[in-house]
């Protein structure tokens, strides 16, 4: 029977970086503090930024872009998504969508298609998630990591299990951290199972079991019991 290690330490989800402002720092647990809704429903991944904007690129269109991005990151911590995809333009807010199309070029231009793609997941539309998704340009392994999990969500979301399973495991490889990996491995074993790949399942659950933490001992129990994928042999 398959039984989750338990561990202590826990790194950071997302390290420190002399390349990010004091308050632009990242804090993103892309998926960590998802709303998970079992039975084949959609899994809507929560975005938990402050403002991950990065600094390295200081042109022009980088400096509008991070301007702009700030005054909308607001409606978005709000939850007023589909305001945060159009903007206000009576407050002379700009939109998610206008940034990442204007901007797509630019670091800041990048996480504003993450933030996007994620409002879209929240309100359902998928196939506009998945755009904006593939529209971002990771600069670094978290970033890319973070685009691949939101694409495994809109899989998810269209109910294209293996898709969605293949994916969370791609996007748990390609960041690896120990909070952020267990959550996208127990993400690809609930969506094999779902596909009704059993075997698969339960070899990405072992992945969250032989992560350095403990948060999701009881998720990989009920999915087990769930999908009935007790080892047999």
Do not use: H, W
Not at 17 to 35: H, L, P
Not at 47 to 58: C, E, N
Request: some cysteine.
């Amino acid at each position: 029977m398959l039984t989750a290690k338990k561990k202590i330490a826990v790194r950071e989800a997302v390290p420190q970086s002399s390349m990010m402002s004091s308050v632009e720092r990242a804090k993103d647990f892309y998926g960590e503090y998802s709303r998970y809704i079992f039975g084949g429903l959609a899994l809507v991944a929560a975005i938990v930024i402050v403002g991950y904007i990065m600094m390295a690129g200081k042109g022009e269109n980088e400096t509008q872009a991070s301007m702009q991005l700030r005054k909308v990151v607001a409606l978005y911590q709000q939850q007023q998504y589909k305001l945060a995809i159009t903007g206000d333009p009576a407050r002379g807010v700009p939109g998610l969508k206008d940034i990442a199309d204007k901007y797509g070029s630019t670091p800041s231009g990048s996480v504003a298609a993450l933030y996007l793609g994620n409002c879209y997941l929240y309100t359902d539309q998928f196939d506009k998630a998945l755009e904006a998704f593939d529209a971002a340009s990771p600069s670094d392994d978290l970033t890319a990591s973070n685009v691949l999990a939101g694409k495994a969500a809109a899989y998810e979301g269209k109910k294209l299990y293996v898709e969605a399973a293949e994916t969370y495991e791609k996007a748990a490889k390609a960041f690896v951290n120990d909070l952020l990996s267990a959550n996208r491995f127990l993400c690809a074993g609930r969506n094999y199972a779902m596909a009704g790949n059993k075997e698969k399942a339960l070899a990405a659950l072992e992945k969250v079991s032989e992560a350095k933490t403990p948060r999701y001992e009881n998720d990989v129990k009920r999915l087990i019991a769930q999908y009935d994928l007790e080892k047999t042999d």
